[in-house]
Nanobody, 121 residues
């Protein structure tokens, strides 16, 4: 059974930074992409950043230049460094494992339980 566990969420002021971590299998056959999604109350789940097993990445336009997804190749932990946070970044952030380099949630086959990020003005 694949288990993904997020950590690192919290509350920060506008302009602050947080670094999320996702602990899980270093490699999942058929689901070699690791991604971060987020969901604010009343909104759909939005793809934020994704990284392929080989290191290729993609980001939502709303976070480009501010967020960086990375991998610890030794243990498979996935990180999301979030800088210059804005109130609109407030959401539950979910780690995900999927089968394509895509930020569409239909490609995701495994989800973590989420970690809350709150950005205040």
């Amino acid at each position: 059974q694949v288990q993904l566990v997020e950590s690192g969420g919290g509350s920060v002021q506008t302009g602050g930074s947080l670094k999320l971590a996702c602990v899980g299998p270093g490699y999942i056959h058929g689901n070699s992409y690791r991604a971060w999604f987020r969901q604010a109350p009343g909104k759909g789940r939005e793809g934020v950043a994704i990284i392929a097993y080989g290191g290729n990445t993609d980001y939502a336009d709303s976070v480009k230049g501010r967020f960086t997804i990375s991998r610890n190749n030794a243990n498979g932990t996935i990180y999301l460094q979030m800088n210059n946070l804005k109130p609109e970044d407030t959401a539950m952030y979910y780690c995900a494992a999927g089968s394509a380099l895509s930020l569409m949630p239909n490609w995701v086959h495994y989800w973590g339980q989420g970690t809350q990020v709150t950005v205040s003005s």
